[in-house]
């Protein structure tokens, strides 16, 4: 059974400093997904992780996969309140080509606050 | 292009009541999913359905039912609601993977949610 582990679950960040969440999971994969969830919203798509050393980076944000390490980190760099929200990783069990049909596992989910 | 689109968006039933979910998607996607989250957690996985006609369950599908009879719809059933169903409902959909190119065939879209609380 595919568990998919975050930490920390809760962050509290000073604004302009850097901190990284870390997403582990347990069985193989190559498919990992980051989201951004705000109060009471829908999930919003950061990034799609797709292969072993896959790294992407969007303003802020970089995330990375190591498929070897099961293992996925979302960097956030001189971090500012906008990005205050919960962030959760998803993984598709299984290599690309198999039977899972895409359905995601989550972690926890990590409530990020910045704060001046 | 509406993307997913999920009706209602709140609703309040009262123990042992049935109601049902719509979720629709107009961009032809075979892959469809239905998760819930409780709060303060991830999503977990009810049902999905890897086109019309073809449903399996998934993590959590225990008071729930589904049908898949076009591409389209996807709707999910609460029979008997149980408070342990209060919950936020997300539809999903998307291509399945390697049918189109890399970029576009690996979104994952997700509906706007349901609020469902059940008391």
């Known amino acids: 059974e595919l568990k998919v582990e975050q930490n920390p679950l809760f962050l509290s960040m000073q604004e302009g400093k850097n901190y990284t969440i870390y997403c582990n999971y347990s069985?193989?994969?190559?498919?990992l997904y980051w989201y951004r969830q705000d109060p009471g919203k829908s999930l919003e798509s950061l990034f799609v992780l797709l292969s072993n050393g896959a790294v992407k980076q969007e303003g802020r944000l970089m995330a990375s996969l190591d498929t070897k390490a099961r293992l996925s980190t979302l960097h956030i760099t001189a971090a500012v309140h906008d990005l205050s929200a919960t962030y959760f990783c998803a993984v598709v069990g299984g290599l690309a080509g198999g039977t899972s049909y895409g359905k995601l596992t989550f972690g926890q989910g990590t409530i990020l606050t910045v704060h001046p | 292009n509406a993307g997913v689109t999920q009706t209602p968006k709140f609703r309040i039933l009262k123990i042992g009541q049935s109601m049902t979910l719509q979720c629709t998607q107009d961009?032809?996607?075979?892959?469809m999913y239905w998760y819930r989250q409780d709060p303060g957690m991830g999503l977990k996985l009810i049902y999905y359905s890897v086109g019309a006609g073809i449903t399996d369950k998934g993590e959590v599908p225990n008071g729930y039912n589904v049908s898949r009879s076009t591409t389209e719809d996807f709707p999910l059933r609460l029979e008997l609601a149980a408070p342990s169903q209060t919950s936020v409902y997300f539809c999903?959909?998307?291509?399945?993977?390697?049918?189109?190119?890399?970029?576009?065939?690996?979104?994952?879209?997700f509906g706007e949610g349901s609020w469902l609380t059940v008391v």
């Open positions: 069985t193989t994969s190559d498919r």
């Open positions: 961009m032809n996607h075979n892959y």
């Open positions: 999903a959909s998307r291509h399945p993977p390697g049918t189109v190119s890399l970029g576009i065939g690996n979104t994952i879209y």
